[in-house]
């Protein structure tokens, strides 16, 4: 079974520039996440989509902050503009299970480095 | 609110000897507790998880955890260190109420050295 799949896996822009993430979860997984981990930090949920549908949006800076999970498959999450205060690795992880699989496991992605200048 | 505490920041250990890596946590109601394993350049793997049932966990690549309701610890150990067991460790626990339900809080991880 292929794991959570995430491109590019680094990215390095200058601050007020634009940037986009994309993710492919495990196929058949109805529950997506994308986390921010700032260096030294765990991982902070941003956003969480259920098929195509979000979740949970609440610690989304949106001002600054997108994402979209169009055919509740694979998603994009978009910084614009950018701050330095962004840099960090960007995770995505899935679930199979919509809303109440609390006994699921979460399987991450390897992230995307992203450094701002 | 429901939060994650992982009180070291780094844990040095002999290869061969004993490991622990401590966790503790608050939540409303029951506890759904993980842990994951980071490998620099990598995301986070899972190790292994609480639900319910017997408070000794076994998990991957000789991992255990024991889960005690009175301490609210989850603390993760492992009998014989190995080199390759030194990574970023990561104790979590899962949201179970309101519209969050499912989301994973994060402690801010231990970095275990396992020296030969």
């Known amino acids: 079974e292929a794991g959570v799949a995430q491109s590019p896996r680094y990215k390095i822009i200058e601050k007020r520039q634009s940037v986009a993430f994309w993710c492919n979860p495990i196929?058949?997984?109805?529950?997506l996440y994308w986390y921010q981990q700032i260096l030294g930090q765990g991982p902070k949920l941003l956003i969480q989509?259920?098929?195509?549908?979000?979740?949970?949006d609440s610690q989304l800076p949106k001002d600054r902050f997108s994402a979209e999970r169009l055919k509740g498959v694979d998603s994009t999450l978009k910084i614009q503009p950018a701050k330095l205060e962004d840099s960090a690795v960007y995770l995505c992880?899935?679930?199979?299970?919509?809303?109440?699989?609390?006994?699921?496991?979460?399987?991450f992605g390897p992230g995307t480095r992203l450094t701002v200048l | 609110a429901q939060s994650v505490a992982q009180p070291e920041d780094q844990v040095n250990v002999a290869e061969g000897n004993p490991l622990t890596v401590k966790c503790t946590y608050s939540?409303?109601?029951?506890?759904?507790l993980f842990w994951y394993v980071q490998y620099p350049n990598r995301g986070l793997q899972f190790l292994l998880k609480?639900?319910?049932?017997?408070?000794l966990v076994k998990g991957s690549y000789g991992f255990e955890a024991e889960f005690n309701k009175s301490q609210t610890s989850f603390h993760l150990k492992k009998p014989s260190a190995l080199v390759s067991d030194s990574a970023l460790y990561f104790c979590a626990v899962r949201l179970n109420y309101g519209g969050s339900q499912g989301n994973l809080i994060f402690g801010k991880g231990t970095k275990l050295s396992v020296k030969p």
């Open positions: 609480y639900i319910t049932g017997d408070n």
């Open positions: 196929s058949g997984h109805a529950t």
């Open positions: 939540v409303s109601g029951n506890p759904y």
């Open positions: 992880a899935s679930i199979l299970k919509p809303l109440g699989g609390f006994t699921d496991t979460q399987y």
């Open positions: 989509f259920q098929n195509n549908g979000v979740v949970d």
